[in-house]
């Protein structure tokens, strides 16, 4: 028989625990801070906005969390996800290195966020929430929440990046057909958008901005609480389903991975993937060297300082220590619109402090060059956002071919580009930009850093 090329899981193989990584940190990450008395955050901080089910995942210690059957039922819709070789990339390469990628852009909404926009929503329904309000950057985040909604029938408010509401009207088309309400943000019917509208008209927009507008709203009503899409510990614990399912698929391959490479915007997709596979570094069962890509136009771990700072731009959210470029940055309308996020998953920041992974930025010309081999060898289109994986692990396949080691390199395919082809065709026509940053522009944005 030829040797294999993808690796499918039966639906009885879907992880029945999330991994919790914080059980097993040498040391305990710093916590989060109220912004007004800069002392910890109890739970009941956190009450207004998210339920208690998720509030004790956020702080909880344990190893392992149980996935509720009413969260597995609606994950049987898409997983286990594939694990596949990329035999025709790997011949394009004339490499020895042997490539694999776990592909998330086969879930309802194209991406990994359903991953836990389907357990956030459970857990709210579960309390008899109302209504969900969320904000979004490239529109992946808010149909997966939109979806997930739809599950569960809770109603959902997206507050979504000006620059990509305006170049992605299908992601929106896609949050309406899901039943959620979509504003361009910044929007009028907050005061933090109004804030920002009064100084800059043609503001493009941020994550920051539409986190501030999202949490206004869910704070000011009983019935609503809030959905964050990254960053946050609960968020990246529901995504070690991927991990998992990712190392029972290459035992089954009869490998262990040398390099794992994931693209970080708040840093979900990333520890998702690499998170079980740290559990088992940790233990002295592999040795994988694991490195995160990001933007060079917003490269908060390459260029961004460790320090509390605010999840928004409006200073609404906890103070939470990470790796920043300042609440108050702005960055470049990249096309990676999941990438332009000021912050950092506090979790990863922490570990990345530890020395225990590598970041390196890229530019988007590279990503998308990447982005278009892929596609011509593999036939996926990726979202913009993995392509910033696919151009490292491109690379480091190209230094196996120069130095002839045979390494195995993992990567996290994290969703699929099909709402991107605006941004193909730019690239295709020679009209993308790579956006140069300035030393000045980072220490502009870091001088309003909260004073902790
Ligand atoms: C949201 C998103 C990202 C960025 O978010 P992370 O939390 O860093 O994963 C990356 N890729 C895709 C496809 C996304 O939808």
Known sequence: MAEPTRVLLDESRIPRNWYNIVADLPVPPPPPLHPGTLQPLGPDDLAPLFPMDLISQEVSQDRFIQIPEGVLEVYRLWRPTPLIRARRLEKSLGTPA???????????????????AVPQAYYNAKQGVRRLTTETGAGQWGSAL????????????????????????????????????????????????????????????????AISEAVEIAGQHD?????????????????????????????????????IVGCTGGGSNFAGLTFPFFRE????????????????ACPTFTRG?????????????PLLKMHTLGHDFVPDPIHAGGLRYHGMAPLLSHMYELGMFEAIAM?????????????????ILPAPEPTHALAETIAEA???????????????????????????????????????????????????????
Request: aromatic share 10%; hydrophobic share 35%; charged share 25%.
């Open 146 to 209: 939109a979806f997930a909604c739809a599950q569960y029938g809770v109603e959902c408010e997206i507050w979504m990046v000006r620059a990509s509401y305006d170049q992605k009207p299908y992601r929106r088309s896609l949050m309406g057909v899901y039943g959620a309400k979509v504003h361009a943000s910044p929007s009028p019917v907050t005061s933090a958008g109004n804030k920002i509208l009064a100084e800059f008209p043609d503001s493009p927009g941020s994550l920051g901005i």
């Open 305 to 317: 300082t460790y320090a509390y700072d605010f999840g928004d731009t409006a200073g609404f959210t």
């Open 223 to 259: 019935d609503t609480r809030y959905a964050l899409g990254s960053v946050l510990n609960h968020v990246l614990t529901h995504q070690t389903v991927i991990g998992e399912e990712a190392i029972e698929q290459l035992a089954a391959f009869g490998e262990t991975p040398d390099v």
């Open 363 to 379: 530019g988007q010309r590279e990503c998308f060059e990447a982005g278009v081999r892929f596609a011509r060898t593999e036939g």
């Open 98 to 116: 042997r490539i694999y990628y776990k592909y998330e852009g086969g879930s309802p909404a194209g991406s990994h966020k359903p991953n836990t």
């Open 398 to 452: 190209v230094r196996c071919r120069e130095s002839g080691e045979e390494k195995v390199i993992l990567t996290a395919l994290c969703g699929h580009g099909h709402f991107d082809l605006a941004a193909y065709d730019r690239y295709l026509a020679g009209e993308m930009d790579d956006f140069a940053l300035t030393q000045e522009r980072i220490d502009q944005a870091l001088a309003t850093l909260p004073k902790v």
């Open 281 to 296: 570094k940790l233990a002295g069962r592999m040795n994988p060297t694991i490195r995160a890509v990001e933007p060079a």
